[in-house]
């Protein structure tokens, strides 16, 4: 089945720096990506839609300049918190799209990136 | 504005109990619902879509519009059910649209 990797699955940084996470597709090709944010025991908040080859949609409130999105491939998209703070610690998860032919396409989850900022 | 309301946090039933997690849909046009099941440590997955009305582990969703609900139930509930369940919405176009999540349920089987 289709498969998508995010790495890192953890990471701890210290405030002000900045983090990449990636999500690939490793089976299919996903002309579409999603970034959520998932706060402890709390739903998944919709980041951010990534689309291969133009810039990225954002959800309202989100800050563009602080969560930088690149979807430079069919099977790669990354999520970039820049000047990270403590607040920014979270668990970040990223889904794809794959086409299939009889229904929409369904999504497909990564295994989430657990951020941590000291 | 598109909404998914999942008004459990926890439903804790015993093994071979029936079980329904509710699901309340707020959405102005026609829209594509499904649920998506996350076991402890593990990713989250498709269970099943209305789209498709299929049984999946025994569960089922029926899309009633009129009360604006895509509740999931299985008759016989077993330990291995227990996980985390989240009814998600996507409107809009089919081909960008976004998926919109409930708050999520902790189904809790008990042996």
């Known amino acids: 089945g289709a498969v998508v990797s995010q790495h890192p699955s953890w990471v701890i940084c210290k405030s002000g720096t900045s983090v990449k996470i990636e999500c690939r597709s490793l089976?299919?090709?996903?002309?579409?990506m999603f970034w959520y944010r998932q706060f402890p025991k709390q739903s998944l908040m919709l980041m951010a839609t990534?689309?291969?080859?133009?810039?990225?949609?954002?959800e309202q409130g989100v800050e563009k300049d602080k969560f930088l999105i690149n979807h430079a491939s069919l099977t790669l998209s990354t999520l970039t918190v820049t000047s990270a703070h403590p607040e920014d610690s979270s668990f970040y998860i990223c889904?794809?799209?794959?086409?299939?032919?009889?229904?929409?396409?369904?999504?497909?989850f990564g295994n989430g990136t657990r951020l941590t900022v000291t | 504005a598109q909404r998914v309301t999942q008004p459990e946090k926890l439903l804790s039933v015993f093994k071979g109990a029936p079980v329904e997690l509710k699901c309340n849909y707020s959405?102005?046009?026609?829209?594509?619902l499904f649920w998506y099941v996350q076991y402890s440590r593990q990713r989250l997955q498709l269970l099943l879509r209305?789209?498709s009305r299929e049984s999946i582990k025994g569960f089922t969703a029926d899309l009633n519009k009129g009360e604006t609900s895509f509740h999931l139930k299985k008759p016989f509930a077993q330990e291995e059910d227990s996980a985390m369940y989240y009814c998600?919405?996507?409107?809009?176009?089919?081909?960008?649209?976004?998926?919109?999540f409930g708050q999520g349920t902790t189904l809790q089987v008990k042996p």
């Open positions: 889904s794809a799209r794959e086409w299939d032919r009889i229904y929409n396409s369904p999504l497909h």
């Open positions: 089976d299919f090709q996903a002309t579409t």
């Open positions: 990534s689309n291969e080859g133009s810039k990225a949609t954002y």
């Open positions: 959405y102005s046009g026609s829209p594509e």
């Open positions: 209305h789209i």
């Open positions: 998600a919405l996507r409107g809009g176009s089919s081909n960008t649209g976004k998926l919109i």
